[in-house]
């Protein structure tokens, strides 16, 4: 068990912050809604803000991946 949690402990370490990927994929999401959303939506901007919300979704999957692995 000990093995277990130094790992963990490691690889939390090592890898990007939990909170700050957390909070790029809403803040992204929410900029993503506010293009679409505008009085003349901006569909290229939309789809950049999307394209990064689903990177740092895409980061947190492949973290929990790690960590449960460990």
């Known amino acids: 068990m000990a093995a277990?949690?130094?790992s963990?402990?490691?690889a939390a370490a090592t890898?990007?912050?939990?909170i700050q990927l957390h909070?790029?994929?809403?803040n992204s999401l929410e900029r993503c809604k506010a293009m679409l959303t505008?009085?003349?939506p901006?569909?290229?901007f939309a789809q950049k803000?999307?394209?990064e919300a689903q990177q740092a979704v895409a980061a947190?999957?492949?973290?929990?991946?790690?960590v449960a692995a460990h």
């Not at 909070?23 to 809403?26: I, P, S, T």
């Open 38 to 40: 505008a009085n003349e």
């Open 49 to 51: 803000f999307l394209a």
């Open 4 to 6: 277990q949690s130094s």
């Open 23 to 26: 909070m790029q994929a809403v």
């Open 8 to 10: 963990v402990h490691t």
């Open 60 to 66: 947190l999957s492949a973290m929990d991946i790690d």
């Open 15 to 18: 890898s990007p912050d939990l």
């Open 42 to 44: 901006m569909y290229l």
